[in-house]
């Protein structure tokens, strides 16, 4: 199957096995997390990263925090300050704090969540294949696929969905700064799949979009609020806005669990701001080390420049309040 190589998460049976995602592409590396600190220091340090993959290692470790002797409260909100922007982490540690208390084993209900989201990729990318039917150059940002879910991924789990029905599918990927998840990990995934790909500094975005080398923008969420606001890794938004002057229609693709109903739109979704050596970095022509750097990890895409946002559900459409409520019930 098409981008499912790659285990990014599994459990052992006393240890959480992830891929090191700092370490892609020069090397892949796995790690054993064994302790609840663990899972929340990898989780900080970005080796754990995307959204769905957060949620159940989240929830992992969870199960590792309560078996450590922590409780369950305590092993929950340390899990859920670990990163603040990507709901799914909050979510997945508040199901398996609820299995707990309420008497089920919270292992099950993690072990669920893996194959949950596995089976939601998938159906993500065929509810993505059906609607950007005759996109064929396909535009997207950071990295959401076999890395950052325990399946085969969200926006690229529509790349690959394509590339597996035999239809002709070609990705742009950009840099994705200052981490560079798309030069690092999109690029690296696709490459192993076979798909054509193209890489972009973020700044080329516009240019691509404007001058008819885009047939869709298909990107991840962190959190979408309840009409249809969604955060997502820094950039998506100056994307969103190109995409909009250039007339080139603009996807979100997500589990149905990135979508907060208690968040009524995006100035509700808190952004995580990350430090300053990220983008500073270090070595032969960085910045003085003390130059100020605002560094924030994500931005919000306003509902009105989101066309479609696809789900294991089905595909939402505006008014996307109305389109919740309808697939969610
Ligand atoms: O900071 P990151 O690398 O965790 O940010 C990831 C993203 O913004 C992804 O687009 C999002 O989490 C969706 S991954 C399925």
Request: hydrophobic content about 50%; charged content about 20%.
């Amino acid at each position: 199957m098409a981008g499912a190589t790659l285990e990014s998460i599994a459990w052992t049976g006393d240890a959480l096995r992830v891929v090191d995602q700092r370490r892609v592409p020069d090397e892949t590396v796995v790690l054993e997390l064994r302790t609840i600190e663990g899972v929340v220091q990898a989780i900080g340090a970005l080796a754990v990263r995307g959204a769905n993959v957060l949620g159940t290692a989240g929830a992992f470790g969870f199960v590792l925090g309560v078996r450590g002797g922590l409780t369950p409260d305590d092993a929950a909100a340390r899990l859920i300050a670990a990163r603040p922007t990507a709901v799914n982490l909050r979510v997945a540690v508040e199901l398996v704090h609820a299995a707990l208390v309420g008497g089920e084993d919270p292992l099950e209900v993690a072990l669920g969540l893996l194959a949950a989201d596995r089976a939601a990729c998938l159906a993500i990318g065929e509810h993505g294949r059906r609607e950007l039917a005759g996109a064929s150059r396909l535009l997207t940002h950071c990295n959401t696929g076999v890395l950052a879910t325990t399946g085969r991924g969200t926006a690229l789990g529509i790349v690959y969905a394509k590339a597996e029905a035999g239809e002709r599918v070609e990705v742009l990927a950009t840099e994705t700064r200052p981490l560079r998840q798309g030069a690092r990990l999109t690029v690296w995934e696709l490459q192993q799949a076979g798909v054509p790909v193209t890489l972009l500094v973020d700044a080329a975005a516009a240019a691509a979009l404007t001058t008819g080398r885009v047939d869709a923008v298909v990107v991840g969420a962190d959190r979408i609020a309840a009409n249809g606001d969604t955060a997502n890794k820094i950039g998506t938004l100056a994307l969103a806005i190109a995409a909009s002057h250039a007339g080139v229609p603009f996807y979100v693709a997500a589990t149905w669990n990135a979508i907060d109903p208690g968040a009524p739109d995006g100035a509700a979704i808190p952004i995580e701001e990350r430090g300053a050596e990220e983008v500073l970095g270090g070595g032969p022509g960085a910045p003085a080390a003390d130059t100020t750097v605002w560094n924030p990890a994500f931005d919000v895409t306003p509902a009105a420049l989101i066309p479609g946002i696809v789900t294991e559900r089905g595909v939402l459409h505006p008014p996307f309040g109305a389109a919740i409520a309808e697939l969610g019930r």
